[in-house]
């Protein structure tokens, strides 16, 4: 019988994450089309999650009252049912009002359907969306909602953001995760950081 204890274990590779940079931001804003309802609802979301690091799941579940009592932070229930702030930078404000302001409907949840009777937005649905996104923006990189919130927390990284503040920021519950997804070795970070010093 082994001994659990003499076996070595394989060690996780470091992720190789991938988010979008100014330049790719730009092209998807762009691409969303914000004189249609469904375009502007995007519109919004992207903002949302560009702002505040959010799952989508978490996205999803938040409801319309906060910015129409024009809230700058909200405290949310996460993953694991751990509470975190998040707060929702003035451009994400103003997209948000201009997609409520186009709503005819009283549902209390944030983002909704464009069909009758109107129902709470689905993941399936937003994936869906991402897709027609990237082939409009001509992402050739993957495009996701998950993609935006590594481009949150990466621009966190870049900009000097301790990773404890990160971790806190991204609701993660433990900082090796924050730590091994956003202290790889980027080597335009490495650059940066050579030039500057």
């Not at 089309?33 to 560009?50: Q, S, W």
């Not at 409520?100 to 937005?121: E, K, M």
């Not at 969306?129 to 495009?143: M, N, P, Q, S, V």
């Not at 000097?160 to 806190?168: L, W």
Request: with cysteine; aromatic share 8%.
């Amino acid at each position: 019988c082994l001994d659990p204890a003499q076996l070595a274990l394989p060690r996780r590779p470091i992720p190789n994450v991938i988010y979008l940079t100014n330049e790719e931001i730009q092209r998807v804003l762009d691409a969303t089309n914000v004189n249609t309802y469904a375009g502007i609802r995007l519109r919004a979301l992207i903002e949302l999650l560009l702002s505040t690091g959010l799952r989508i799941s978490e996205a999803l579940s938040l409801q319309r009252e906060v910015f129409e009592v024009g809230a700058q932070e909200a405290e949310i229930v996460g993953k694991g049912k751990r509470k975190r702030f998040i707060f929702f930078s003035p451009r994400c404000r103003f997209w948000v009002r201009q997609y409520l302001n186009r709503r005819i409907d009283d549902h209390a949840a944030l983002f909704v359907t464009t069909g009758y009777p109107v129902q709470p937005c689905r993941r399936e649905d937003v994936h869906r969306f991402f897709a027609d996104l990237k082939r409009k923006a001509g992402i050739t990189k993957k495009l996701t909602p998950h993609i935006l919130r590594h481009t949150f927390c990466t621009m966190l990284r870049n900009n000097g953001a301790d990773i404890s503040h990160i971790k806190d920021l991204a609701g993660h519950q433990d900082i090796h995760t924050t730590a091994r997804y956003y202290l790889g070795k980027d080597k335009e970070v490495l650059r940066e950081v050579v030039e500057r010093c």
